[in-house]
């Protein structure tokens, strides 16, 4: 099992930029396929981005695309978001979330909540105007 922990969140202003980090201590998340989700109070959880184990397909979800970017680093043990231009409406709690791949692990990560197995708890963005 892998429990990821997200970092990086807090109160920045309209046009600004945030960087979240999802790593986990037991495991390396390179044989994962990661993703980041946001809820918003009231709000079902919304796909944000994901990256598959061979880091050849990154989707996003459309309310975020242009303004943040997924990705790992070298050593993939970390997965991080950065988000630039926020927004309002941006302000949410960020999870960052794991699943083991298919046999084909080329293949375009999950984009629904669901299909992922392994949760973090969740870090705060807000976003004022």
């Known amino acids: 099992q892998v429990h990821p922990v997200e970092s990086g969140g807090g109160l920045v202003q309209a046009g600004g930029s945030l960087r979240l980090s999802c790593a986990a201590s037991?495991?390396?998340?390179?044989?994962?396929?990661m993703g980041w989700f946001r809820q918003a109070p009231g709000k079902e959880r919304e796909f944000v981005a994901a990256?598959?184990?061979?880091?050849?397909?990154?989707p996003y979800g459309d309310s975020v695309k242009g303004r943040f970017t997924i990705s790992r680093d070298n050593a993939k043990t970390t997965v991080f978001l950065q988000m630039n231009r926020l927004k309002p409406e941006d302000t949410a709690v960020y999870y960052c979330?794991?699943?083991?791949?298919?046999?084909?692990?080329?293949?375009?990560?999950?984009?629904?909540?669901?299909?992922?197995?392994?949760w973090g708890q969740g870090t705060q963005v807000t976003v004022s105007s």
């Open positions: 979330a794991a699943v083991i791949p298919g046999d084909n692990y080329c293949y375009p990560p999950p984009s629904t909540p669901n299909d992922y197995d392994y």
């Open positions: 037991e495991v390396s998340l390179s044989t994962y396929n």
């Open positions: 990256i598959n184990q061979c880091d050849g397909i990154r």
